[in-house]
């Protein structure tokens, strides 16, 4: 009894538990899953979508679903590209601008969410087409390669030291520990949390419910944006069709890691462990020769076992509290 009551409130103990348990097999079955190239490849990516992850989770537990970020995710590095190598922007100027946009993206999205109380899985879904188009009118479905040699695309992409990591790991790790000191040492994390349980109760506390919800939108759009200028700045180029699975990575990473789907309760660092998990399945899953369309089926399947436990293990949490 003990055990499953540990389970059920250590949001981050799922994912860790599953996060060993994949290590171990995927070391057993390949001797290359610990070369420097598969860390690099587990690192990089883990960190992409554990960025936009920290916020989707936030928005999450308020109670919103954001299915933009993926497209948000390419259209800032493209605009940011642009405004420093044709516009002669400097880059950190451009990067400014970019960001800006991806706060307006947010804003749009979250005022069209709250105003008129359109469900957010519809607006962000008519947001994530509008920026597709707005992508591919600007780079017509081709990439920019950048060529620049610069300080902040150094800070950015750089390798650390004779590591196989690179440079968005240490971002991860700094928006990681931001993101969680929000949510558990804030007023606004109290906030974020009663806005996503019931909207009745939390106005009649005085929860500022809209204004929550719509920073978040706000917030998730920036680091969604962050998170593809992080991409550019490593791979030094970026495309129009990048970030496409990206919304579903960072929702499955969110659920995995204890992010309620009905709202009102999360964990930002179990969001992380959930995307390093998913990371590591998806590299292991190359090394030990699957086919590579295996993936996102599994990810799509994975994700509805884990939502269906999660329910399962909640109402029995909830049915042990009321007894």
């Not at 750089?158 to 990591?165: D, E, I, V, W």
């Not at 929860?207 to 920036?222: D, H, I, N, Q």
Request: net charge positive; glycine share 12%.
């Amino acid at each position: 009894m003990a055990i499953r009551r540990l389970v059920l409130r250590q949001a981050e103990l799922g994912p860790t538990l599953g996060l060993a348990l994949a290590v171990a097999v995927f070391s057993l079955l390949s001797p290359h899953f610990f070369d420097p190239q598969s860390l690099t490849a587990i690192t990089t990516g883990a960190s992409e979508v554990g960025i936009v992850a920290v916020a989707v989770s936030l928005l999450m537990i308020a109670g919103e679903l954001d299915l933009s970020v993926g497209a948000v995710y390419a259209f800032i590095p493209v605009l940011w590209v642009i405004l420093f190598r044709y516009d002669g922007l400097l880059p950190i100027v451009a990067l400014a601008i970019a960001l800006a946009g991806a706060a307006l993206v947010g804003l749009v999205s979250g005022l069209t969410t709250v105003r008129f109380s359109v469900p957010s899985i519809i607006v962000t879904l008519g947001m994530f087409f509008a920026l597709e188009g707005l992508n591919n009118l600007l780079i017509g479905g081709g990439d920019l390669v950048v060529s620049d040699r610069d300080w902040l695309l150094d800070v950015f992409g750089q390798r650390l030291g004779s590591t196989p990591f690179f440079a968005a790991l240490l971002w991860l790790l700094v928006i990681t520990f931001l993101g969680w000191f929000l949510l558990t040492r804030t007023a606004y994390g109290n906030w974020t949390q009663a806005a996503g349980g019931r909207l009745g109760v939390a106005r009649a506390m005085g929860v500022p419910v809209g204004p929550v919800k719509v920073s978040l939108f706000v917030l998730t759009a920036v680091l969604a944006g962050f998170a593809g200028c992080l991409q550019t700045a490593y791979l030094r180029s970026v495309t129009a069709a990048q970030g496409q699975d990206l919304a579903l990575l960072a929702i499955t990473a969110s659920v995995v890691g204890g992010t309620s789907i009905y709202g009102g309760s999360g964990s930002v660092i179990g969001a992380v462990l959930g995307a390093l998990l998913l990371s590591v399945l998806q590299v292991g899953l190359i090394v030990v020769g699957a086919p590579g369309t295996f993936y996102v089926t599994f990810i799509g399947v994975f994700l509805v076992v884990v939502v269906i436990v999660n329910s399962r293990l909640t109402a029995r949490w909830r049915t042990g509290r009321s007894a």
